[in-house]
């Protein structure tokens, strides 16, 4: 069969051996099934793994194992199938800081992203759901300063744990001494508080401005950054360097600071 006919045949999802486990709990396993125009329901007790099936369709969720089609292709390795869903959360999803006309403007700007942009989106979004730190620091930033301030090694693992593999030991120790000897990382933890709760513009910046991304960060969306900065002066993309680009690419960083300043000498 060809033509109209077998499109309309064809599934509109595809689960193939779907499996998603998280350490040694298992969700859902070995799960296979089409859906084709219509309406479809899940149905089964608490724990069964609807939602996780759910989430893996919309591509919120990657498989552990097997794979999710969408139109036949695979969601997990192509953003732009995210336009062909709507999903309605079984909770609130709002913004607390956006008016109901902000979040239905954000939604519309997201529309016409390339899927390199997509891309960068989907790193921020999983290192945001990662992180834990600046969600402590901004919320009870005290409640982490006494153990920081209260022994080293408090401060050792926090910064180790931020830090990873990312520098070398002998980094990571000069980092924390810092902290320690001062006795400052409880209030140079008080960024994250001061910034989420001060009063934000409501009108772009006009300041002039430069913007250095580096390969293995969070990469800028520029029509967004030109939308809040009305004064871009300098924009540079590396294809290295990371979020410690003063240590994995300080060549980059030197080269480009120097660049930006130069033009206000």
């Known amino acids: 069969m060809s033509g109209p006919a077998a499109a309309a045949e064809a599934p509109v999802v595809e689960l193939r051996r779907f499996s998603k486990w998280y350490g040694d709990v298992v969700a859902v396993a070995d799960l296979?099934?089409?859906?084709?125009p219509g309406v479809t329901g899940?149905?089964?007790p608490n724990g069964?793994?609807?939602t996780t099936t759910l989430k893996a369709i919309c591509g919120l969720l990657h498989p552990s194992q097997g794979e999710v089609l969408l139109f036949g292709r695979p969601i997990a390795s192509?953003?732009?199938?995210?336009?062909?869903?709507g999903v309605v959360p079984d909770?609130?999803?709002l913004y607390?800081?956006?008016t109901v006309r902000s979040y239905v403007r954000l939604h519309a700007e997201l529309q016409g992203l390339t899927p390199q942009e997509l891309g960068y989106l989907s790193f921020l979004e999983g290192f945001v759901d990662h992180a834990v730190h600046d969600k402590l620091q901004a919320a009870q930033p005290q409640t982490i300063a006494h153990a920081l301030a209260d022994s080293p090694a408090g401060q050792l693992a926090w910064s180790g744990q931020l830090f990873g593999d990312a520098l070398s030991p002998d980094h990571i120790c000069t980092n924390v001494a810092i902290y320690w000897l001062t006795n400052t990382g409880a209030s140079a933890a008080r960024f994250y508080y001061e910034n989420q709760h001060a009063d934000h513009p409501t009108e772009p910046t006009t300041v002039p401005m430069g913007l250095?991304?580096?390969?293995?960060d969070f990469r800028p969306i520029r029509r967004f950054a030109e939308r809040d900065h009305t004064n871009i002066v300098s924009w540079s993309e590396f294809d290295r360097g990371s979020h410690w680009a003063a240590h994995d690419a300080p060549d980059l960083l030197l080269a480009d600071l120097r660049q930006f300043f130069?033009?206000?000498?």
């Open 91 to 93: 909770g609130d999803r």
């Open 262 to 265: 130069a033009r206000f000498r």
């Open 78 to 85: 192509d953003p732009m199938l995210y336009r062909a869903i």
């Open 32 to 36: 296979s099934f089409e859906l084709r």
């Open 96 to 98: 607390p800081r956006l």
């Open 212 to 216: 250095a991304s580096f390969a293995f």
């Open 48 to 50: 069964a793994g609807k």
């Open 42 to 44: 899940l149905l089964g």
